[in-house]
Every structure is written in structure tokens, then in C-alpha cells.
């Protein structure tokens, strides 16, 4: 498996920073974005963190002995099966723990978290890993499909049938998170694994891209820029921009081929 990655974050045309960070793996095939928040420049202390202390966890557990620990698992989760999956689970885990530690002991960072979203590549498919709302999408044959779900109150309300899709552009509280790493001192990792076909492209995004970028302009730029994963990239942050860019932006993209 050969695996192809690109990535560009951007502050946007409203912030004044960019509190969005991003990861490509040199050393594995893994990649991940995450999306700070907090007061004082806070969120951009904890997504860097968050990618600083995942990395370091990867290059610590590089050595197929080495016992991954996880949390206590909670009753009725699908326990991970495979040693890739707790690696990406414990390796936000403790990313978590570090974060909310240094927003505990130290006022400046009260209240920092961040959202992430991971992706782990075997021959056989890939591993996601979410927490909040920076999500993955996957472009194949022509269609786009968002992998993961928000973990947000504005979805909670669409799941129990409160709140419509179409509602969701005036919803007051479309930005608030139910999840996030470093906020609470354990955090519920959500993971799945999906099968990749040959020339699958994945798009890891903060929703400073998803917010402004709907389906419809992603896959046109994804069809129209799909072979040259860093002019996508550009595309996809000019897009975030030109409609607006209300928020920091970050687009990472990651293809396999055999």
C-alpha cells in the first residue's frame, strides 16, 4: 500500500489566528487534524498538544510488544478489536489527559479543549477516530460520504427528531460540542473502520471547512483536483474563504494505491 497525503490550514478571512493543527505521520500511515478552543489563544495551545502528544505516543508504541492500556470501557461499546484501533484510542486518551491537566493548573488555560479527527491506514482499509465535530469525508467513483458524525448538540437535536436539517442554518446552538479532547478529565473516543477501494480519497476537515464548503463545491473540487492532492487542498481553503471564511480552515487529504 502505497499512501499519498497533503494538507494546508488557513486562519480564515474573520480570525485573527489559527487555532486549527494538523498532522502527517513520517513515520506511520497516520494522519489528523484538530481544531482548538479556549480564550487567550488557549485553543491553539490545545491542538497543538493534542498533535504534539500523539505523535509522541506513536513513536513510543512503535514496537509491536509494547502493551497499549486502555480506559475502563464502557458497557454496550463495541470494544476495539485490533492494536491499531487502541493505539488511536489511547493515544487521544492521553493526549486528553495532558490537556485537561494544563487547563486545571494553569488559569490562562482554563476551559481549552479541541476537537479531532484521525485516520490509521492498513492494507485492508482505514480507522477513524472522532471526537466533536471535525469530521472525514471519502471520495469515491464520483460521490462523496461523510464518514463520521458530529458529536454536537445540533446533531444530537437532528438524531432524536427535534431539530430538521433544514432548520440547522438558524439553529442558535449549531456550534456547540458535546465532546471535546482535554475539556473533562476522560474522553469517549468513537472509532470505525471502513474498507477502502483503489484511488479513495479521504478529507480530514475542521469545520471551518465544512461549515461554509457544502458537498456539492467539495466534490466538484475533489473530481476536478482529485490527481494532485495539494492543488485540492488550495482549492478547498480558497472555497472556505470565498464563502466567507468565518472560521480557521483546515483540509488534509490522503489517498491509497496498490
Known amino acids: 500500500m502505497r499512501l499519498q497525503c497533503a494538507g ?70 463495541r470494544k476495539p478489536e485490533s492494536r491499531e484501533e487502541r493505539r488511536l484510542i489511547a493515544s487521544i486518551v492521553r493526549a ?21 479527527v484521525g485516520a490509521y491506514f492498513v492494507e485492508e482499509g482505514v480507522i477513524i477516530a472522532h471526537v466533536g465535530d471535525s469530521r472525514c469525508y471519502r471520495f469515491r467513483k464520483g460521490e462523496i460520504v461523510q464518514l463520521t458524525e458530529d458529536h454536537s448538540l445540533a446533531n444530537e437535536y437532528i438524531r432524536s427528531k427535534i431539530l430538521k436539517p433544514e432548520e440547522l442554518a438558524t439553529f442558535p446552538y449549531k456550534n456547540v460540542i458535546t465532546r471535546a479532547v482535554g475539556l473533562a478529565d476522560s474522553v469517549e473516543v468513537e472509532t470505525n473502520f471502513y ?13 471551518g471547512l465544512s461549515d461554509p464548503v457544502k458537498v456539492p463545491q467539495m466534490l466538484e473540487i475533489l473530481t476536478k483536483y482529485g490527481n494532485d492532492l495539494p492543488k485540492a487542498c488550495r482549492e478547498l481553503i480558497i472555497a472556505a474563504n470565498t464563502n466567507g471564511g468565518p472560521d480557521n480552515v483546515t483540509a488534509l487529504l490522503a489517498t491509497t494505491r496498490h
Open 195 to 207: 474498507e477502502h477501494e483503489d484511488g479513495d480519497i479521504y478529507l480530514l476537515c475542521s469545520d
Open 96 to 116: 486528553n489527559s495532558v490537556i485537561n491537566k494544563a487547563a486545571n493548573s494553569n488559569q490562562k488555560y482554563s476551559g481549552m479543549g479541541t476537537t479531532c
Open 8 to 77: 494546508l490550514t488557513d486562519t480564515g478571512m474573520v480570525r485573527d489566528h489559527n487555532e486549527d493543527s494538523f498532522l502527517v505521520s513520517q513515520s506511520e500511515p497516520f494522519v489528523i487534524v484538530a481544531d482548538g478552543m479556549g480564550g487567550h489563544q488557549s485553543g491553539e495551545v490545545a491542538s497543538r498538544m493534542a498533535i504534539t502528544e500523539i505523535n509522541d505516543y506513536y513513536a513510543e508504541t512503535k514496537d509491536q510488544n509494547t502493551p497499549i492500556e486502555l480506559p475502563m470501557w464502557p458497557a454496550g461499546r
